[in-house]
């Protein structure tokens, strides 16, 4: 599969879970899925994985053909003030274990989409 932002956005909301993120809720998908998320989809599209530090701590994302994607913006009840800071792997690997991305990509190709 090519990469479609709305598609990958729509696979994502389906395939996260507790198993993906401790924090995840049904009111709140989202919540704590950011490492794992970028990960996720740097693995499987490519680009650039970002950060922004927040109160909370480091916020991880993409940037995929010169663009900004934060799949998982919807956690927070405000707008980000994205500062666009290259991030290594280990950063995001941080936040999440290899469990919780093999969760997400399982759910993600299976539920989802399946990437070319």
Not at 12 to 17: G, M, V
Not at 86 to 97: I, K, N, P, V
Request: net charge negative; proline share 4%; aromatic share 10%.
């Amino acid at each position: 599969m090519s990469f479609d932002a709305d598609k990958v956005q729509s696979a994502l909301r389906k395939a996260w879970s507790l198993a993906t993120a401790s924090r995840w809720t049904a009111s709140n998908p989202a919540a704590g899925q950011c490492n794992v998320t970028a990960l996720l989809v740097h693995d499987l599209f490519g680009g650039d994985l970002l950060k922004t530090p927040l109160p909370a701590g480091d916020h991880f994302y993409n940037r995929i053909e010169g663009r900004r994607y934060d799949f998982t913006a919807s956690q927070f009840g405000q707008p980000i003030g994205y500062m666009d800071i290259a991030a290594s792997r280990a950063d995001a690997e941080l936040g999440a274990t290899s469990d919780q991305l093999a969760e997400l990509r399982t759910a993600f190709q299976v539920c989802c989409v399946r990437p070319d």
